[in-house]
């Protein structure tokens, strides 16, 4: 049986592969009879479960009837509540882990129930930490495990979440699944989305909230590799082909544009890491920065903090200055700036200033870059794109410090 959801596929060189619509199945609620499923309307996954309870077995065997008439297959997996939600009859199973809380009957407690029938499966099993986020509402899932979720509204909380999914990763989870909850007045948010995309390379799932393609499309946007609805299409089932119609558009167009995008990222930070390697030369921290505009570079620069003795002399805002002096003017609206490590607070707000439109790096710098930290620091709609040849930008940082010991 091929894999349901193959995690190696998602992240290459910090960038979404594929980007998927997963529809969430309650066996209590949904009407499969009212799902306008067909060739031209499909998911990417089928999501089923629910906080509460229903026959998953029953239901998944009448899904799989309906989508055998219609000569669909599609990939089925448990989003379970608990131990008694597992049925063989799915192709995986999502183990979440619910680190937004402290209960521990669903950190660990409902996974050793559920350990022995999953184990003498063939179910594919996929370790996940499913963290709540208010959404506005109170959720089942608040309700019955008794935990409230992580608030995303002052910077310590952002600061929690983010941290939150690092210790999903340090623990060995397959993927992060934020959750805003069923029936959510507000989705996550992609703020929170773009700052736990820049700390973490594991397939990241979004959920709850999302009731437009465009509010979709936003998540996606931020680095979402999954985002799933299911109470919207319970309410609206008709909603569904225009959300899979928005997903084959778009797709094509991602998939066409990463195709390019990818070459053009990785030789511009090919340009940038020769800018860290300058710095290398000169004893300086390795830190790289290109600015490109229109497929030419305009600004260039490396971490110069020694040399001019300045603390403020980093890679990123001799860049910007050398590209405002190009252009002219102090605004790089319709730029791209390519740097090697992930900015600090003070470069991530010289390019908010600068109104930079997109942002590229390598490397994470979990101690001091700007997400951990001021996720909020870039110009609202700036697009960031994080991890483009992050081994070669983190080997060369390493060359460094390990020079010095």
């Not at 077995?57 to 989508?67: M, N, P, W």
Request: aromatic share 6%.
């Amino acid at each position: 049986m091929n894999k349901a959801l193959d995690i190696s596929s998602y992240r290459h060189a910090g960038m979404s592969k594929k980007r998927a619509l997963a529809l969430l199945l309650d066996p209590e609620k949904a009407d499969l009879s009212r799902l306008p499923l067909s060739a031209e309307c499909l998911p990417d996954y089928i999501f089923v479960g629910g906080s509460t309870g229903g026959d998953p077995t029953a239901f998944i065997r009448s899904l799989r009837c309906q989508l055998s008439t219609l000569n669909i297959q599609l990939p089925v997996i448990l989003f379970p509540g608990n131990a008694s939600q597992f049925t063989p009859e799915a192709d995986a199973v999502l183990y979440l882990s619910l680190l937004s809380g402290d209960n521990p009957e669903y950190l660990i407690g409902q996974h050793i129930k559920s350990a022995r029938p999953i184990h003498d499966s063939s179910v594919e099993v996929i370790p996940t930490a499913y963290i709540l986020i208010d959404g506005g509402v109170v959720t089942s899932t608040m309700r019955v495990t008794g935990t409230k979720p992580l608030n995303p509204s002052s910077d310590e909380g952002i600061q929690t979440i983010i941290d939150t999914c690092i210790a999903a990763e340090l623990m060995g989870k397959k993927a992060v699944y934020l959750e805003a909850g069923s029936g959510a007045v507000n989705p996550v948010s992609p703020d929170i989305i773009r700052a736990v995309r820049a700390q973490i390379a594991l397939p990241l799932i979004v959920g709850g909230g999302i009731r437009t393609p465009e509010a979709m499309q936003a998540a996606y946007d931020a680095g979402a590799d999954i985002v799933v609805i299911g109470n919207h299409f319970e309410s609206h089932p008709e909603a569904l082909k225009d959300f899979c119609r928005h997903n084959v558009v778009t797709s094509c167009r991602h998939d066409e544009s990463v195709s390019s995008a990818s070459s053009s990222d990785i030789r511009f930070m090919r340009l940038a890491l020769a800018e860290a390697g300058k710095a290398l030369a000169a004893d300086e921290v390795p830190v790289g920065c290109v600015i490109v505009s229109q497929g030419q570079v305009i600004g260039r620069g490396h971490n110069l903090t020694e040399t001019l003795a300045d603390v403020t002399a980093h890679a990123e805002i001799q860049a910007i200055t050398a590209a405002a002096q190009t252009l002219g003017g102090k605004y790089l609206q319709d730029a791209t700036l390519y740097v090697t490590v992930e900015p600090c607070v003070m470069c991530a707000g010289a390019v908010g200033w600068a109104q930079i439109s997109r942002i590229v790096y390598g490397a994470p710098d979990p101690k001091r870059g700007y997400a951990a930290y001021a996720p909020r620091a870039f110009h609202p709609k700036a697009q960031v794109t994080a991890g483009v040849l992050a081994d070669e930008c983190k080997a060369l940082m390493q060359r460094f410090f390990a020079q010095k010991r």
